[in-house]
C-alpha cells in the first residue's frame, strides 16, 4: 500500500541550529516527493519537489531535500534555522500515471517550533 | 496572478443539513483536487478532476459526499446528510496539467464544523 511516514510529530530547535525532518514512503513504483508548509491560517505552500534527476533538490527558503531509493526517504533539512520557519511541514508522495494519477499521499506531518 | 480561492472560509451546520463547498481553481489549470484535512493530520486525497470529468473518485469516504466541476472550471464538493465526522477543512489544489507535472497549488481551505 502507498504510505508516507514522518516519525516525529513535534520538534523544537533553536534559532540558527540546523534541522532534519523525516520522511518514509512506500510506493511501488518511481515516486514523485514533495515538501509542503502550512503556517496557522495559511495554505500549503510547496517548499520542494523531486521528479528525478539530482537526488538532492533545493528549494525554497533556503531548505534542501535528498532522495534516498535504497532507505525509501526524502528527509528536508536545513543548515540554520530562522524563527519564521515555525510551522507544519508534511511530506507528500504523488502517484506518477496510471487512474491514480493526480493524488497525493501525506504523511501526518511534523510540527516546527523554533526557540529564540 | 490569483491563486485557489475558496468559499466559504468557515461553515458551521447541523448534523443532518447539506453544505456545499467551492473551489475556484487558478486560471487555465485542468486538474482539481480536493483533500479533507482533520485535526493533528495530513491531508486526505477525496477526488481529482481532469477537466469537467472525475478521474479519481477513489477518496470519497461514502455516497453523502459528491463532486461537480461542469465546466471544467469552478468545482463545488457536496456533502449530504452531515455528520459530526465530518468536520474537517477541505482543502482544494488545482495544477496545470495532470500527473505529469503534479505540482498542485492549494487554497486556503474551508472549515467545516458540524455541530
Known amino acids: 500500500a502507498q504510505s508516507v511516514t514522518q516519525p516525529d510529530i513535534h520538534i523544537t530547535v533553536s534559532e540558527g541550529a540546523s534541522l532534519e525532518l523525516r520522511c518514509n514512503y512506500s510506493?511501488?513504483?518511481?515516486?514523485?516527493l514533495f515538501w509542503y508548509v502550512q503556517s496557522p491560517g495559511q495554505g500549503l505552500q510547496l517548499l520542494l519537489k523531486?521528479?528525478?534527476?539530482?537526488?538532492l533538490v533545493q528549494g525554497i527558503k533556503g531548505f534542501e531535500a535528498e532522495f534516498k531509493r535504497s532507505q525509501s526517504s526524502f528527509n528536508l533539512r536545513k543548515p540554520s534555522v530562522h524563527w519564521s520557519d515555525a510551522a507544519e511541514y508534511f511530506c507528500a508522495v504523488g502517484a506518477v500515471s496510471g487512474n491514480q494519477g493526480g493524488k497525493l499521499i501525506f504523511g501526518q506531518g511534523t510540527e516546527l517550533s523554533v526557540k529564540p | 496572478g490569483a491563486g485557489v480561492s475558496q468559499t466559504p472560509s468557515n461553515k458551521v451546520t447541523e448534523k443532518g443539513k447539506y453544505v456545499e463547498l467551492r473551489c475556484d481553481p487558478i486560471?487555465?489549470?485542468?486538474?482539481l483536487y480536493w483533500y479533507r484535512q482533520s485535526l493533528g493530520q495530513g491531508p486526505e486525497f477525496l477526488i481529482y478532476?481532469?477537466?469537467?470529468?472525475?478521474?479519481?473518485d477513489s477518496g470519497l469516504p461514502n455516497d453523502r459526499f459528491f463532486a461537480v466541476r461542469p465546466e471544467g472550471s469552478v468545482s463545488t464538493l457536496k456533502i449530504q446528510r452531515t455528520e459530526r465526522g465530518d468536520s474537517a477543512v477541505y482543502l482544494c489544489?488545482?495544477?496545470?496539467?495532470?500527473?505529469?507535472?503534479?505540482?498542485?497549488?492549494f487554497g486556503p481551505g474551508t472549515r467545516l464544523t458540524v455541530l
Open positions: 486560471s487555465g489549470h485542468t486538474a
Open positions: 523531486y521528479f528525478s534527476g539530482d537526488t
Open positions: 510506493y511501488g513504483a518511481t515516486p514523485y
Open positions: 489544489a488545482s495544477s496545470r496539467q495532470g500527473p505529469g507535472s503534479n505540482e498542485q497549488f
Open positions: 478532476f481532469q477537466g469537467t470529468g472525475a478521474a479519481d
